[in-house]
């Protein structure tokens, strides 16, 4: 194949009502010039970072029409709003998969270029750890002081599975969904360079473990063990030996 001519192909020229509307041409100049990359590898790197900082801030910015939703007590549109950014941390999972196919040497390579930088200094990462807490203050402000309960009714003594249930769940689910991605790029650093390395850029595998055991919305995991206490009770804390024949 001609690699010049369809690598000018893929850069289009910007001029039809697509490329124009999609802002192609600058898009696709967010890369390096291919004869720029340190290795064949490093287009794939750029493209999937690129492409978690564009669901980040698509997540970031629907997280705010939901806590607007959440306000007004528009529950329907809130949990339609929050299953598109379920969807979006989904797809960051999975597309992490894709550096898997790198090998540990050519990953080495494109993380000189990087300096000192890493994944927590992302402007994505950084802001959708702190909307938790906003998001919390929110649910707690309209659906449990303003409808007058406690989590315990909601999940439990009063269970209905209306509507403060559901947004609960929701943020639930979004706590999970940011553990898995955690996870995952754990994995990730296991597999490209390892945790037994002296140097991970200044921060210890500890520093990394810890976000994952961060919760945004403990109060959503505590509940469900102190209905199992309750339920569960009778049986005592610990389980009998099962009888030996």
């Known amino acids: 194949m001609n690699r010049e001519k369809y ?6 020229a910007g001029k039809l009502d697509y490329e124009i509307y999609l802002n192609t041409e600058q898009l696709l100049a967010a890369q390096k010039a291919p004869d720029a990359f340190c290795n064949p590898d490093e287009l794939q790197f750029m493209i999937v970072h690129q492409v978690e900082e564009l669901w980040m801030k698509l997540m ?10 959440m306000q007004a007590r528009n529950s329907f549109k809130a949990l339609t709003l929050f299953r598109r950014v379920h969807i979006c941390q989904e797809m960051m999972t999975t597309q992490l998969s894709l550096l898997e196919t790198m ?3 050519d990953y080495q ?9 890493s994944g927590q200094e992302s402007p994505g990462f950084r802001v959708l750890l702190k909307m938790p807490t906003d998001l919390w203050a929110t649910f707690s402000d309209v659906y449990l002081e303003g409808g ?16 403060a249930y559901m947004i609960a769940e929701a943020l639930a689910e979004f706590d999970e969904q940011f553990q898995k991605f955690r996870n995952a790029h754990m994995q990730l650093i296991y597999r490209s360079i390892g ?5 991970l850029k ?44």
């Open 195 to 199: 945790v037994a390395a002296n140097s």
């Open 60 to 69: 970031a910015s629907t997280l705010l029409d939901i806590d607007e939703e």
């Open 103 to 105: 090998s540990p040497k």
């Open 109 to 117: 390579e494109i993380r000189l270029l990087l300096g000192n930088g």
């Open 202 to 245: 200044g921060r210890p595998v500890e520093i990394l473990n810890e976000g994952l055991r961060q919760k945004f919305f403990p109060d959503l995991w505590q509940v469900r063990a102190e209905m199992t206490d309750r339920w569960g009770g009778e049986y005592g804390r610990k389980r009998a030996k099962l009888d030996k024949k």
């Open 148 to 163: 007058k309960r406690t989590l315990e009714q909601i999940y439990d003594s009063e269970y209905s599975h209306d509507d």
């Open 7 to 12: 690598q000018e192909m893929m850069r289009g």
